[in-house]
């Protein structure tokens, strides 16, 4: 099994990598879907509320106080009230990121590692792909999604020392944890292009050392193969004790340690902030942090890792003596132009190859590069009050029904426990709460699943097995 294959069976590949085209249509599923619930859940909450102005004005008009005027005002103004206006797909994207920027932030305050900060916004960028910020604030998101990720990259901080560090109580930041793990689909696995950068980096040096090994040089018995240089670049370095530590090494190796310097922050930051855990391989993501700072490296490393082989000319000590010569013997001219045609096989695949991985870096360095992101870093001027002016639009179209996260918790917690208890009159009720606490796209448990879930709670080793 390859390394590709093992990517391939992991949760990041199959439920979080996506085209451009398949992430842009999912976030605007997931605004339009968001808008259409939040313009509902306001008209609800409107007609409780003139429900509940009616009610007053009956009364006043029983103990003979003249209230029809405030009902009719009250009716009027239910009907007349204008269309709430809701975040576009490009807002929310800026809100969030903002919001990652923020978690970066706490994330050092609180002195977390880098994975620990990396994983915390990729759960954020994840959560909100199938929900809104219109839906659950991205605020009360932030803190439980950074002291998850402390759980998942096994970095144990307690619950009271981290809420001590956050404006907020252990219960705040406990009260969306079920809901985080339902928008991400319980998949806690993030894939961070860290691990490959560095080990990227020590064949750099073991390269530039002239220790490194290159690839094509060894056939399938482990003996040394036809493969040539094929134009390794700045890692053509003659191998040797006496070249080891030569000027041309002690410069490479220099260049490289700067290279890595640099790329390193740019995938803390830049990585992190733009659609790349979306749209690339973590394999991809650090060479195209490296290609942003030193291209050459990236190419000449491309060149050890895929050479171009040289036409084989080993066939020519093998010529049979001139005697063994048969009308149906193939003759070394033939042998020739066979084996020089596989050799060239050989070399149009892997040049296609090395152009195919190439141009996909070349596209992310661009991502990589995006201008916007120092603004999203370091917002200031115009950017800022972009920010300032989405935040105060989302206060008009939140949904009143999702604000405050610690009752809806306490409310998924006592249904949980009516729904064991309660039978099919607990399922009701368990549907009820689901509909309102679920995320923008499908997340309810059906009745089947929860009554043979229930079933199983009786069996302390489980089911049996079938």
Partial sequence: MTEDDIYRSSTQYRLWSFTPETL????????????????????????????????????????????????????NGTQNEPEIECLTVEEEQKLVGFYCVKAMGLADFCSFPTNVKATAVQFLRRFYLSNSPMTYHPKLLMPCALFLATKTE????????????????SEDVLAPEFLLT????????????????????????????????????????????????????????????????????????????????????????????TDAYFLYTPAQIWLSGVYVVDEELVRSYLDVKFPTPTLSSSSSNAVPPPHSITPNTTTHEDTMKD????????????????????????????????????????????????LKRIDKKLYTC???????????????????????????????????????????????????????????????????LK
Avoid: C, W
């Fill in 24 to 75: 842009a249509s999912l976030r605007a599923s997931t605004n339009a879907i968001a808008t259409d619930r939040v313009r509902a859940a306001i008209k609800r909450v409107r007609e409780r509320q003139s429900g509940i102005d009616n009610g007053d004005a009956s009364t006043d008009h029983k103990n003979g106080q003249d209230g029809s005027s405030a009902a009719d005002k009250t009716n």
């Fill in 154 to 169: 096994n970095h144990y901080v307690p619950l009271s020392t981290f809420a001590s560090k956050v404006p907020s109580t």
């Fill in 182 to 273: 339902q928008g991400l689909r319980f998949t806690f696995d993030v894939r961070h292009p860290f691990r490959g950068l560095e080990g990227g980096f020590m064949e750099m040096i073991a390269l530039a050392e002239g220790k490194g090994q290159e690839l094509g040089m060894i056939d399938s018995r482990g003996e040394g193969g036809g493969g040539g240089t094929g134009g390794a670049g700045i890692f053509n370095i003659e191998q040797g004790p006496q070249k080891m530590m030569n000027k041309h090494s002690a410069e490479l190796k220099k260049r490289i340690m700067n290279a890595h310097t640099t790329a390193k922050e740019l995938l803390k930051t830049a990585a992190l902030l």
């Fill in 339 to 386: 084996n020089d045609g596989a050799d060239q096989n050989e070399i149009d695949q892997k040049s296609q190859l090395k152009i195919s991985i190439l141009s996909t870096i070349h596209r992310l360095a661009r991502i990589l590069q995006d201008p916007q992101i120092n603004q999203i870093m370091h917002p200031t001027g115009s950017y800022l009050k972009e």
């Fill in 398 to 464: 939140r949904n009143p029904e999702r604000t405050d996260l610690v009752k809806l918790n306490q409310s998924l917690k006592n249904s949980s426990i009516n729904t064991t208890a309660g039978g099919d009159q607990g399922d009701a009720k368990m549907k009820d709460v689901g509909e309102e606490s679920g995320g923008d796209g499908d997340v309810g448990m059906n009745k089947k699943k929860r009554k043979g879930s229930r079933e199983e709670d009786g069996m302390v080793f489980g089911p049996p």
